[in-house]
């Protein structure tokens, strides 16, 4: 499809470099050659990756050249074999320094790791939004929540510690129950939200006495660079270990290992179930993953247009639509979908598309060419088995610039009606019987969210009934989220294994271990001794404030 006005308005948008603000902009590229392993900084001399930003500069002849960001070390199994060493030595089998560390002390080194990424917060921020193309208020945001999430697990902890800082005696056994560590945890984040996703799992991880191999995501490496010396000075030697390199090469070697006990990715059901597959002992092995979502909103006769139109914009395009809970199939009645489409594609027209620096943009760059190029096959394919693309200038693109588009009617048979678009392109189909609109989310492979917008309570409570078992948050008149992080965040089917919330994070990265004794003077003398002359981490009675 060819939108010339649109493209020459997009192309436009592209800037010089003059037109960057002072202080957003990319002083020099970012070389990183330092590897972190085992407590040191390793200087790395061989293969490297460059970095090069969703975002273009426009030359004076109008060609477009992405900036070039920087680049990173490509680790091998060499190095990836270094750092599972690292981490088994740190965790010495449980008896390692940290892993026996009090709980108090685990929480002091985090908040130090925090006090120094926070003196760091321009980087970072400038960093996220260059490497994926995050609007700047967004890439704030990211750091923002994802420090508050830190101090809300710490808090979180000092509350569960409290609470186990206590014996217990049941039908004659005193018993002191706390929460411990599982070993070696290997970390991976997504790119859309490449600090704060990976840090929801990362920051529990540690805290409960874990040791971690943390692999960055595709795109949101260079992001790492400020924080290595805080990881470094922060934490014992091996207790955090960078690896970088190819993903399907160093991955699965990692898994083969039978070195990791969680294994904690925010990804692909794909990738997911061929790691779990790569361990030798799949039983040894927990899982606590947050995968793909095809979140749907179901749209009633009754529903408020304008509440249903901002919150299907906002669920659906936010960050260009690449969030794991976005609306990415909208079913709407056909009673209101005219009146629906016709504001939707009218608000989806003012929104503002530039770049990610702009006040009040929020569709920027997409972070590579072959994202744009899914896209269009989407609606291509789509197109050919009959919808239409429904807004104006739907579609059109230049380079990483890509103008969403509405595509409707979308049927079974389409590559939108059951694939996860990941981007901007919104799929809309019309429903005459609710039975359909049901039909679609219980046959659906995934299981995170859904939206009912509507205002009849009967019919509303008719659908809660049923989809509460078919996923794990329904959202009345809302879009889909996870915010607040405190709330759980699950799936079922293919979208998730295990709860993440602030809460149900420590537990996922930890085990209920207790130390037990019968209820005679003998032993309430021993737990004395060991509480009374503190001897030990587990075995006692401190309070922390
Ligand atoms: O991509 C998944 C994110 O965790 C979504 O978070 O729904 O609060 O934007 P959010």
């Known amino acids: 499809m060819t939108h010339p006005e649109m493209q020459e308005q997009l192309h436009a948008l592209f800037p010089t470099e003059s037109d960057i603000p002072a202080e957003c902009r990319v002083l020099a590229p970012l070389h990183q050659r330092a590897i972190l392993l085992n407590g040191e900084m390793h200087i790395w001399k061989g293969e490297t990756r460059p970095v090069h930003s969703p975002v273009a500069?426009?030359?004076?002849?109008?060609?477009?050249?992405?900036?070039?960001?920087?680049?990173?070390?490509?680790?091998?199994?060499?190095?990836?074999?270094?750092?599972?060493?690292?981490a088994s030595a740190a965790y010495n089998n449980g008896r390692g320094q940290w892993p026996t560390m009090s709980v108090a002390d685990r929480i002091s080194c985090v908040e130090n790791f925090t006090n120094q990424i926070v003196a760091r917060r321009h980087e970072i921020v400038n960093l996220i939004m260059w490497e994926i193309g995050k609007s700047l208020a967004d890439s704030e945001k990211e750091f923002d929540r994802t420090i508050d999430y830190i101090k809300a697990t710490i808090a979180e902890l000092k509350n569960l510690d409290n609470a186990n800082s206590r014996f217990q005696i049941v039908d004659g056994t005193i018993a002191q129950i706390r929460r411990s560590p599982l070993g070696i945890v290997l970390c991976?984040?997504?790119?859309?939200?490449?600090?704060?996703?990976?840090?929801?799992?990362?920051?529990?991880?540690?805290?409960?006495?874990?040791?971690?191999?943390?692999?960055?995501?595709?795109?949101?490496v260079l992001l790492y660079y400020p924080m290595l010396e805080a990881f470094?000075?922060?934490?014992?030697?091996?207790?955090?270990?960078?690896?970088?390199?190819?993903?399907?090469?160093?991955?699965?070697?990692?898994?083969?290992?039978?070195?990791?006990?969680v294994l904690a990715l925010i990804g692909t059901s794909k990738v997911a179930d061929q790691l779990k597959k790569a361990h030798p002992k799949t039983n040894r092995l927990?899982?606590?993953?947050?995968?793909?979502?095809?979140?749907?909103?179901?749209?009633?006769?009754?529903?408020?247009?304008?509440?249903?139109?901002?919150?299907?914009?906002?669920g659906s395009l936010s960050f260009n639509g690449q969030r794991c809970t976005a609306i990415k199939m909208i079913l709407v009645h056909q009673a209101i979908a005219d009146q629906f489409l016709r504001r939707f594609c009218e608000e989806i027209g003012k929104l503002k598309i530039g770049m990610p620096w702009e006040k009040g943009v929020t569709l920027t760059p997409l972070p590579e060419m072959a994202k744009v190029a899914y896209m269009d096959e989407c609606i291509s394919d789509a197109v050919a088995k009959g919808a239409k693309v429904l807004n104006e200038n739907g579609g059109a693109s230049v380079e990483t610039l890509f103008f969403p588009a509405v595509v409707f009617p979308v049927k079974d048979g389409m590559k939108l009606y059951r694939e996860e678009q990941f981007g901007p392109v919104v799929?809309?189909?019309?429903?005459?019987?609710?039975?359909?609109?049901?039909?679609?989310?219980?046959?659906?492979?995934?299981?995170?969210q859904v939206s009912i917008f509507g205002t009849n309570p009967d019919q509303i409570a008719n659908l809660v009934d049923p989809l509460v078992n078919q996923v794990c948050r329904v959202n009345l008149n809302a879009q889909c989220q996870r915010?607040?992080?405190?709330?759980?965040?699950?799936?079922?089917?293919?979208?998730?294994?295990?709860?993440?919330?602030?809460?149900?994070?420590?537990?996922?990265?930890?085990?209920?271990?207790?130390?037990?004794?019968?209820?005679?003077?003998?032993?309430?003398?021993?737990?004395?001794?060991?509480?009374?002359?503190?001897?030990?981490?587990?075995?006692?009675?401190?309070?922390?404030?």
């Open 57 to 86: 500069l426009r030359g004076a002849d109008g060609s477009l050249t992405h900036v070039e960001l920087g680049s990173f070390p490509v680790t091998g199994t060499v190095e990836a074999d270094a750092a599972i060493a690292a």
């Open 188 to 220: 991976m984040g997504p790119y859309n939200y490449p600090m704060n996703e990976t840090f929801c799992t990362l920051i529990p991880a540690l805290i409960m006495g874990n040791v971690v191999l943390f692999k960055p995501p595709r795109f949101g």
């Open 232 to 261: 470094r000075s922060a934490f014992p030697a091996g207790v955090i270990n960078i690896v970088y390199g190819q993903g399907h090469v160093v991955v699965p070697h990692i898994m083969s290992s039978g070195k990791v006990n």
């Open 286 to 314: 927990r899982a606590v993953l947050g995968l793909e979502a095809k979140n749907a909103a179901i749209i009633l006769p009754d529903a408020d247009i304008e509440l249903t139109v901002k919150e299907c914009i906002a």
């Open 427 to 448: 799929p809309v189909a019309p429903f005459e019987d609710i039975e359909t609109a049901l039909e679609y989310v219980i046959t659906s492979n995934h299981g995170q």
């Open 483 to 545: 915010s607040p992080d405190v709330f759980p965040f699950a799936g079922r089917k293919d979208s998730a294994e295990g709860t993440l919330s602030v809460h149900d994070a420590l537990r996922s990265f930890s085990i209920r271990t207790m130390v037990a004794a019968k209820q005679s003077p003998a032993s309430k003398k021993l737990l004395d001794s060991i509480v009374l002359g503190n001897k030990s981490n587990f075995v006692n009675t401190r309070f922390i404030l």
